[in-house]
């Protein structure tokens, strides 16, 4: 089974700064994916940022982008130039590349506020 | 329509009663998963469906949970004699086909037992 940690239960960082959030995975497989979902209070989950294993290059989407270390199983999400919309709970979350097994796993969340 | 949709939105019901809980996938896609989100938890899988595949049930808690998927559409989530520790939301999430990411997921059904 795997396992993803988030050891951060809460962070809070002021409007235009940098945040960045931790995650570790424990897991035997060398080809898998890595996620970030965020969580507003409406409760819908949204993607906003994947990783392939096999991919040295971290992942960026805008504002958002990756410090993906394999070795360390190592994946965390850093925040740039943070904005009020981005308040909510992050996700952390791992899936195997393997056949018939597409069940996500998810970490425990870390709860961004960011302040005006 | 154009997201995934859950009813109801909200159920609050007592202890030992059977609940139903619904999901409406995105149209066309065949993969519909459902999770678990305790207060201040992420989510726990509960149950995967692909087409006519038999589903991944490696996720139910108990035999109290069971959920079936018909036509390949709708989806619906059953808990048998409710416990308080089934509180939780309970979230469904669709993708057009196994595997692919991301998965699109519904705002949820909170779920209070008395």
């Known amino acids: 089974a795997q396992t993803v940690t988030q050891s951060q239960p809460e962070m809070s960082v002021q409007e235009a700064e940098t945040v960045t959030l931790s995650c570790t995975y424990d897991?035997?497989?060398?080809?898998?994916?890595l996620f970030w979902y965020k969580q507003p209070p409406s409760r819908q989950m949204i993607l906003v940022i994947r990783?392939?294993?096999?991919?040295?290059q971290n992942a960026t989407e805008n504002r958002f982008s990756v410090n993906f270390q394999k070795a360390a199983k190592s994946f965390s999400l850093k925040i740039s130039d943070s904005q009020l919309g981005d308040t909510a709970m992050y996700f952390c979350?791992?899936?195997?590349?393997?056949?018939?097994?597409?069940?996500?796993?998810f970490g425990a969340g870390t709860t961004v506020t960011v302040r005006a | 329509g154009a997201g995934v949709s859950q009813s109801p939105s909200n159920k609050v019901t007592e202890k030992g009663k059977d609940v139903e809980l619904r999901c409406d996938p995105i149209s066309g896609h065949t993969a519909l998963y459902w999770y678990r989100q305790s207060l201040g938890q992420g989510l726990e899988f509960l149950i995967y469906?692909?087409?006519?595949?038999?589903?991944?049930k490696s996720g139910l808690p108990s035999d109290r949970f069971s959920a079936e998927r018909t036509g390949g559409s709708v989806s619906t989530l059953t808990i048998q004699r409710t416990q308080q520790e089934d509180s939780a939301v309970y979230l469904c999430a669709s993708s057009r086909r196994q595997g692919e990411q991301p998965q699109h997921f519904g705002d949820g059904t909170r779920l209070s037992i008395l």
């Open positions: 979350a791992f899936m195997k590349h393997a056949h018939n097994d597409y069940k996500l796993s």
């Open positions: 990783q392939e294993a096999y991919k040295q």
């Open positions: 469906f692909q087409g006519n595949s038999a589903p991944d």
């Open positions: 897991t035997s497989e060398n080809n898998y994916y």
